[in-house]
């Protein structure tokens, strides 16, 4: 049986994700990108997020950067430990027609690299505790 190697149609692929920081496979510049600050990422963009530093603290402002990409689903990374982000802000996202789904970053990462991978308009924020 011939095996081949796939190379994914996206730029941006999840190496390992903590509370605190992130390695991302930057794959358009053939590099790792390490992280340590809150960031946005879509399967062909990475940028810096001027997150709340807890999840209660989360509002529609701060998630406007994310939710103007028009993504069908937003993956809300929330740090070490399962948190939800305020119900106003979910049901805003609800009312826009974007699915919005917190979990830990770890979780978080997983999902988005499935997601990429089968070419879904995905986005994740993830909050890193500073």
Known sequence: MQLHHEIPDFAFAFRSVGGSSAVLEDREQVRLRELDQSFIVTPTLLETWQAPATVAGLTLEHLAPVLDLKPE??????????????????????????????????????????????????AAAMLLAG
């Not at 009312?95 to 690299?113: P, Q, V, Y």
């Open 73 to 122: 689903l937003v993956i809300l990374g929330v740090g070490s430990t399962q948190q939800f982000p305020p119900a106003k802000v979910m049901a805003e996202c609800l009312s826009r027609g974007i699915g919005l789904e917190a979990m830990t970053n770890t979780a978080a990462a997983r999902t988005f690299n499935l997601l990429a991978s089968e070419g879904r308009n995905v």
